[in-house]
């Protein structure tokens, strides 16, 4: 597993609500690039505030505090201004949200309008097809780019909230239970595309559902109780768990 | 389940009278029937009789003219015509009345809107939140009387359209900033988040994604404040008094069309006019709810 580089190292970190509820407990990790990364584990063990302390979305809860490091490419992620830390990782939420008051082409380059960033005309226009091009929504929307993003399929919505998160072009990108509000079919539509951009693009994920994590990715953390028990490449966590809470939450003992 | 238990129920509900259950179903259904049909019966007599006893003095001179002096109205009295002129002066005066107190309390209302909403827990957001609500129940003749003292005695040195755009403007602003508020809530997070997870400045994230996706809420508030404040007639004889003529000057007296009602009904001569006045105001306060309501309906968004 540390055989390729790493992009994203995680040292010592703790999260916690109200200066002594711990979500997250010394988490060291370093995530490798081109990877898919999943993050495992039972409700409440604090894989979504680890995935959101990423790109620090979490400093968004009350009472927060943070103790330890995150180094994207060795620069501490704390010590740099959050607005162009988001930009560089970008991040995907449980349901579908696209901007309502946006078209569709709104949206895939809501990232550039809303940080007052100008494009000529022909850049906004490639970018939009490229991005929807590689979440594979471009040859369904084509014609309806001017159409507001609301009114397309839960499964495509959340493949235009991909796309808003990849027109910047960030490093690393964060979903968070991606497919939960999914029927199988955009599901599994969600998970291919996730294996081709990781050609690309680090991609963390969060997920609920272990044959998904099982399916697609190439790392597993697993967590439970805010400390990560195991983090192996996938195919060892998955036969040969070292840890008996892991293999108590992929055999379905608890979770 | 124990048998006995269950031939318990059964007796129960053998002896349980259903008849009286339904009859009382009926009658208080009855009751709430009735109650339902008178509040909606006082709202169509007010219109109705608004429209029976005003609809033949609404004509084109009724849009175009000043309110006339009570001596044409006397002649056209004796004589049988109706009454000449119109109310012009008062409609002029109430949409530049109305107008300013919305150029003044609409950015006041909605950037304290959207402070309630950001900061909800917050203790300075708490004592505001209440004084909004003693302001509301601030009686409006107290706010005419207030304003007096500040406005028309220290600023425009009497009565004028400024004095009854501010005191119309405290008035507007409670509600204002508890719409605001409660249209702000309305939006889910996650579009929130999704801004802010694309490193957009916090300022952008209020102009570009709240305020937008809240919009008809925000416009229905700002509608429904208008509507309100638009029949109020106490504090504005208290600040801008009335105006025989048009009146654009906002440092002079104006009329408005509630001040020429109360001035109607204080002249035997004028009587005919009271009516038609209050089926204008009447229709136009009706239009901005029904407005209000559709935007409310069309924009909301999913």
């Known amino acids: ?255 | 389940m124990d048998s006995s238990i269950l031939q318990k129920r059964k007796k129960i509900i053998a002896t349980t009278h259903f008849g009286a259950r339904s009859f009382k179903n009926h009658f208080f259904f009855g009751i709430v029937l009735l109650l339902s049909l008178i509040t909606i019966s006082i709202v169509f007599l007010i219109i109705g009789t608004l429209v029976v006893k005003g609809y033949h003095q609404i004509n084109w001179s009724f849009f175009t003219q000043v309110a006339p002096d009570t001596f044409d109205a006397m002649m056209a009295n004796a004589s049988g015509k109706i009454i000449p002129g119109g109310i012009l002066n008062g409609i002029t005066g109430t949409l530049l009345l109305v107008g300013l107190a919305s150029v003044i309390a609409i950015p006041f209302g909605i950037v304290i809107g959207i402070y309630l909403y950001e900061n909800a827990t917050k203790r300075y957001a708490n004592v505001i939140r209440d004084i909004t609500d003693v302001l509301q129940g601030v009686p409006s003749i107290v706010v005419g009387l207030i304003v007096y003292l500040w406005v028309v005695v220290d600023i425009t040195k009497g009565y004028s359209v400024l004095a009854g755009s501010v005191a119309l403007a405290i008035m507007m602003l409670p509600l204002i900033i508890r719409s605001t508020e409660e249209s702000m809530k309305m939006v889910p997070t996650t579009l929130k988040e999704a801004a802010i997870a694309l490193g957009t400045p916090y300022y952008k994230v209020i102009l570009r994604v709240l305020i937008p996706s809240s919009f008809s809420g925000l416009i229905t508030g700002v509608l429904l404040a208008v509507s309100r404040v638009m029949g109020e007639t106490a504090p504005l004889l208290l600040t801008t008094l009335g105006n025989s003529s048009v009146n654009w000057n906002l440092a002079k007296p104006v009329s408005a069309v509630p001040l020429l009602i109360w001035q109607f009904y204080n002249d035997p001569n004028m009587v005919n006019l009271i009516w038609s006045s209050s089926l204008f105001l009447m229709g136009f306060v009706l239009l901005l709810n029904i407005l209000s309501k559709w935007i409310a309906a069309k924009k909301s968004i999913q």
């Open chain 1, 1 to 255: 597993m540390a055989t390729s580089t790493s992009i994203l190292s995680i040292e010592d970190l703790s999260i916690a609500y109200d200066r002594d509820k711990y979500a997250v407990k010394n988490v060291t990790a370093t995530v490798q690039k081109n990877a898919i990364t999943a993050i495992m584990g039972p409700s409440g063990c604090g894989k979504t505030t680890l995935l959101r302390a990423i790109n620090r979305m979490h400093e968004l809860y009350p009472n927060i505090s943070t103790e330890g490091k995150i180094k994207l490419y060795g620069d501490n992620i704390y010590e740099m201004p959050t607005i162009e830390l988001r930009r560089k990782i970008g991040m995907v939420f449980q349901r579908p949200n696209p901007f309502p008051t946006m078209s569709i082409y709104e949206n895939v380059i809501a990232g550039y309008k809303l940080n007052g960033i100008h494009l000529k005309r022909t850049e906004r226009d490639e970018i939009v097809e490229s991005t929807l091009r590689d979440v594979t929504l471009w040859d369904e929307v084509k014609n309806a780019l001017h159409k507001k993003g609301t009114f397309l399929s839960g499964g495509q919505q959340q493949r235009l909230c991909v796309a808003r998160a990849l027109a910047f072009k960030p490093e690393i990108i964060l979903l968070d239970e991606p497919t939960s509000a999914l029927d199988p079919v955009s599901t599994a539509k969600i998970e291919d595309l996730l294996v081709e951009l990781k050609k690309h693009y680090t991609i963390i994920l969060v997920t609920h559902n272990m044959s998904q994590a099982a399916r697609i990715s190439d790392n597993s953390m697993f967590m439970y109780l805010g400390e990560l028990i195991e983090y192996e490449d996938t195919k060892t966590m998955f036969t040969n768990p070292k840890d008996p809470r892991t293999e108590g939450y992929l055999t379905g003992k608890f979770g």
